[in-house]
């Protein structure tokens, strides 16, 4: 093997906005298999807003990664090397392997992939863990009604992409929300939502308005700042906001302010958060019901690749920004 | 008949704190009946939060009270003469019939309350449209499972303190939050809710969370501000918060801030908001469920009552105020 195991490291924990400096990259010799592990070479990482939350010792739903280790993430590998015997080299499977190009993992956690029935980048993305984030905020908070309007911000990500098309399957009338000209004629083109509202126009708020003249009947969080302040007025009575994330404010050392909750009782709101986690019956649901959509062509996604580890943080601060167009994956060259 | 008609009508809107200023006390002639209504002589008038919100002109769920209006509430009446032949002279009837001591209402709107059954003020209270408010945001949003922790302000209150009862019967470790000792002692001695926590108090916030030592599970809001602030960093994973109100904040001008909502999803907390009246099954389900409770004793409550109508304007501001001790009734002399 004449590979090096490139590794990018956490090595300092950012107080506000994550830069360069806050990574590491290491070449060290790949990684020997103990018992029970297969050995990995990693061909794409996913990379997540989440991720930000791991990089802080704040209390969260997960442990933070440690200065010095090697950063968390999801990827689409190939086996070196299984010597439990689940699987032959070469096969593709599905595991949480880092940002690193080998990796030894316990076999039995890994999911086998067939390259046949989708590529197998999808399985981090349209119908991998943020496409599942999208069908449990939609179906089990948002839950849009044929005519209600539903809203999406970070339209033509990862989340926000399958959040609108799922919506607009269940009847709802689509707005998404999304960064520039060319993303929003992107969503309304390719992933056919009747409007998408450019949240960096000057005018947004009102533009917004506009694009809902009977008001928002259900709302995908996935921004939280300037968005949310603007979608928060235009909320219809008994409206429901699904809360995913708020990317624009992972940055912020302090927390901003947010909007006076009066509104809750006068509209009769419910504003729920969720992890996709906490939902198992998802992960078996929305690969069958996305796959045969995406089989039929009715599912659109888009991904944006940076090739080599070794741009995955500048790639990473980038997503945070709303620089990504697109689920953001590395190719491990 | 020699009485007058005294009435409270709403002279001006307030734009901050409500006081006398904004009422205006006249003496009329009591109205005749027209076809289809029964003349009803108020005995005791509610008063309730809520009624703020009435007096402004900003888009809520009510039309507010036109200027030169009799204020709108419900009372407690007995019956003058029923030309419909519904009811008796005398007859005890709960109905909305506002601040004035005489009402033509349409006699079938009214309901018959049985003096024997419950004290009639309980149709304004404990039984009535606020402890069918209390019902339906422990039964249907807070959800306090046993052993949880719930928190409830305005505990010594009309809804809080019926909150707390339910919440307990539920099998949650209930907490109070009251203003001043007085009120924390009744909550604790006469309601039995195991602690109780002074929100006038300099350190609230720290014994807030001494009496919390696992958190917050579930939060029934009835004050917002100071108190809010408080309660949101205790709340514990998958929390639920029942908006009910947030009286600490009806006088002020502009909404303040509230609280940075990316804590919905760190800790998938759902916060949502209600109105009694959205929940009319409930109108059936309390009187009878908190009927039985209360002929068995199980049920304790507390009215504050306020002699005469022209008295009713300063007892309203005063309830605004946290100034009252339990429900606050106007008995109309």
Partial sequence: MTESNRRILLRARPEGR?????????DEAPPSPRPGEAL???????LDPYMRGRMSAAKSYSAPVEIGAVMEGQSVAQVVEDP??????GDWVLGGAGWQRFSAVPAAGLRK???????VTTALGVLGMPGTTAWVGVTEIASPRPGETFVVSAASGAVGGVAGQIAGRMGARVVGIAGGPEKCAFVREELGFPECVDHRAPDFADRLAAACPEGIDSYFENVG?????????????????AFCGMVAEYNDAEPAPG???MALVRKRLKLQGFIVRDHPR???????????WLREGALKY???????????PEAFAGLLAGRNFGKLIVEVT
């Fill in 18 to 26: 994550v830069g360069p400096e806050h990574f590491e990259t290491v």
């Fill in 40 to 46: 990995l070479r990693n061909r794409f990482v996913s």
């Fill in 84 to 89: 439990t015997g689940r699987f032959g080299a």
């Fill in 113 to 119: 992939l067939d390259p046949g029935a989708a590529p």
């Fill in 225 to 241: 700042g300037a968005v949310q302040r603007a979608v928060f007025p235009l909320l219809n009575d008994f409206a429901r906001v």
């Fill in 259 to 261: 909007p006076n909750l």
């Fill in 282 to 292: 998802a992960f078996a649901d929305w690969p069958r019901i996305g796959g045969a």
């Fill in 302 to 312: 888009r991904e944006d690749r940076v090739q080599g580890l070794e741009n995955a």
